[in-house]
């Protein structure tokens, strides 16, 4: 079946490193791609998505490339602030189903 | 305007008790579901509706019950409450599930809850 694989956390930056978080998947036929971000206290909320191969989501300076040819859509920013520390969890949705597969999640801490 | 609400934010309750949850979304979606976060953060869906109608029912046991009395309701309903059952619980909301834009999910501000 589907299934969703990114990197155990937490990750722990200082303010302006650079982040990376990997994601990989596995699916049958095309899937959409997603990165939630889920701050302390609250609910998910969709980050940038991306629904083909090599299409690049983007939002509030984080990218993700859709890559066919090695199932990944890893996150990255090239600046991190500490209001990003929250847990980030890649997703994907698959045409024709009605649900979403969603990874374990990345708790990430930035530091001042 | 709130696009998915929970009530309550806060459940604390007895084992053995029977409580609901209740979710509304405003934003005309067809599809509703129910989502389970534990203390890692792991997120398993539940349950899954589209249009007032059961999709997804994902080993869940027979103690929980959904119901969907039209398209932008959702209510979640526990029976015999057991120690297992404490964590987050999670609705969402998405237009058109697995459609060809890939469905974008609307969360809701989850409920904690508590069992004693």
Request: hydrophobic residues 30%; charged residues 20%; proline residues 4%.
């Amino acid at each position: 079946g589907d299934s969703v694989t990114q990197m155990e956390g937490p990750v722990t930056l200082s303010e302006e490193a650079f982040l990376t978080i990997n994601c990989t998947y596995t699916a049958t036929g095309y899937p959409s791609l997603f990165w939630y971000v889920q701050y302390p206290g609250e609910g998910l909320q969709l980050l940038l998505k991306a629904t083909k191969a090599d299409d690049k989501g983007s939002n509030k300076g984080f990218e993700a490339t859709y890559r066919k040819e090695t199932t990944s859509f890893h996150l990255e920013k090239g600046s991190v602030q500490v209001s990003d520390s929250a847990v980030y969890f890649c997703a994907l949705s698959s045409t024709g189903g009605f649900k979403t597969i969603f990874g374990a999640g990345t708790r990430l801490f930035v530091k001042a | 305007d709130t696009a998915v609400s929970q009530t309550p934010k806060y459940l604390v309750t007895q084992m053995g008790n029977d409580k609901s949850i209740k979710c509304e979304q405003n934003l005309g979606h067809d599809t509703m579901y129910w989502y389970k976060q534990d203390s890692k953060k792991f997120l398993k869906i539940m349950f899954s509706y589209n249009n007032k109608e059961l999709i997804i029912n994902e080993t869940v046991p027979n103690r929980f019950s959904p119901k969907s009395p039209d398209k932008a309701h959702l209510n979640l309903h526990i029976n015999s409450l057991e120690l297992g059952d404490s964590a987050v619980y999670f609705c969402a909301s998405s237009q058109v599930a697995g459609g060809p834009s890939g469905d974008t999910q609307y969360f809701g501000p989850g409920t904690r809850l508590t069992v004693l």
